[in-house]
């Protein structure tokens, strides 16, 4: 797969995340979200186009470790996605240190007995990732 084919699935995860996430009406007129597919896409959309920078960058990733993949990055890609998220460098590292293997975990929720992630950190980190790999990797 090509950076730019890995950037457009990328894409495609992230759309399927915010239409999860967002509340929408439902017939009793209540607010619902759909949490844990929207999840699962959000953090699979940031491992992707974490990829895709790597890619462009003519280095290969595998694996689902976000903190993992995001230390491979080159820092000047690091640092944009940092302030796109609009953290210092110390929190960024601590709260994507504890969402690293969330894909695994929230694909597998039903394996848990208690699992949690922010989910405004997730958004974040997904909408800057998507930022940079388009300007990085084009679309």
């Given at each position: ?18 239409r999860c996430l967002t509340e929408r009406r439902c017939g009793d007129e209540s ?107 084009g679309f």
């Amino acid at each position: 797969m090509s950076s730019k084919s890995a950037r457009q699935l990328s894409a495609s995860f992230f759309s399927a995340s915010e239409r999860c996430l967002t509340e929408r009406r439902c017939g009793d007129e209540s607010l619902a979200i759909i949490p844990v597919p929207g999840i699962v896409c959000g953090v699979f959309s940031i491992e992707i186009g974490f990829k895709s920078l790597l890619m462009a960058a003519g280095d290969a990733a595998k694996g689902h470790n976000l903190l993992k993949l995001f230390e491979k990055l080159d820092s000047s890609i690091q640092d944009e996605i940092i302030k796109g998220v609009g953290l210092d460098r110390v929190c960024f590292m601590k709260e994507l240190g504890e969402m690293a293997d969330s894909f695994t975990q929230w694909r597998y929720v039903y394996e848990h007995e208690e699992v949690g992630i922010s989910l405004n950190f997730l958004h974040q980190l997904a909408k800057a990732t998507q930022h940079t790999a388009e300007r990085v990797v084009g679309f």
